[in-house]
T-cell receptor, first 114, second 112 residues
Framework: AAGVIQSPRHLIKEKRETATLKCYPIPRHDTVYWYQQGPGQDPQFLISFYEKMQSDKGSIPDRFSAQQFSDYHSELNMSSLELGDSALYFC?????????????FGAGSRLTVL | KQEVTQIPAALSVPEGENLVLNCSFTDSAIYNLQWFRQDPGKGLTSLLLIQSSQREQTSGRLNASLDKSSGRSTLYIAASQPGDSATYLCAVSNFGNEKLTFGTGTRLTIIP
């Protein structure tokens, strides 16, 4: 079965650089969620999209932005990277809003900021 | 603000034993609760989803219960195996707020 695809799997950037992470949800899933998991931390919700519109926003820095495209894939853009942005970034998708369905998570994108 | 706590933070048990992981949450107005498994440096695998109207869900050797009024859930693992070693996270979603709030996890080690 198709899963949530995230790319790249690993990314190394310098401070103050920009990074873009991509997420391809499961076919027919219309909701995408982004989470950030720092070392030894639990995943923290960043932002979500339903039908290409932002549906909820969590602890996402102003330096970060995201969008969901017409094909339902989503991109998380991170600018002016800081050392503290080093983390595992997860994307999840589901069919429908309001947590009615199981969220399926991707394998994550590991960002290292040097 | 929803807060999710998992106790213990780490647990080691001999292979073959049954065990229980605990999860508690402060806001009982939840939509559902999910248990996840995470291997080191890997993604999150959903194990069980319990809707707020349900009291338990079972999948193989796993059984999750939910007591919404007391803000508690347990994950019961029967006949543990070394392959069960991982971090187990519970997460809840609240009505009107679709995001998942995660607990800090229980790191489980099954000793062969």
């Amino acid at each position: 079965a198709a899963g949530v695809i995230q790319s790249p799997r690993h990314l190394i950037k310098e401070k103050r650089e920009t990074a873009t992470l991509k997420c391809y949800p499961i076919p027919r899933h219309d909701t995408v969620y982004w989470y950030q998991q720092g070392p030894g931390q639990d995943p923290q919700f960043l932002i979500s999209f339903y039908e290409k519109m932002q549906s909820d926003k969590g602890s996402i820095p102003d330096r970060f932005s995201a969008q969901q495209f017409s094909d339902y894939h989503s991109e998380l853009n991170m600018s002016s990277l800081e050392l503290g942005d080093s983390a595992l970034y997860f994307c999840a998708s589901s069919a429908g809003q309001f947590g009615a369905n199981v969220l399926t998570f991707g394998a994550g994108s590991r960002l290292t900021v040097l | 603000k929803q807060e999710v706590t998992q106790i213990p933070a780490a647990l080691s048990v001999p292979e073959g034993e049954n065990l229980v992981l605990n999860c508690s949450f402060t806001d009982s107005a939840i939509y559902n609760l999910q248990w996840f498994r995470q291997d080191p440096g890997k993604g999150l695998t959903s194990l069980l989803l319990i809707q707020s109207s349900q009291r338990e869900q079972t999948s193989g050797r796993l059984n999750a219960s939910l007591d919404k009024s007391s803000g508690r859930s347990t994950l019961y693992i029967a006949a543990s195996q070394p392959g069960d070693s991982a971090t187990y996270l519970c997460a809840v979603s609240n009505f009107g707020n679709e995001k998942l709030t995660f607990g800090t996890g229980t790191r489980l080690t099954i000793i062969p």
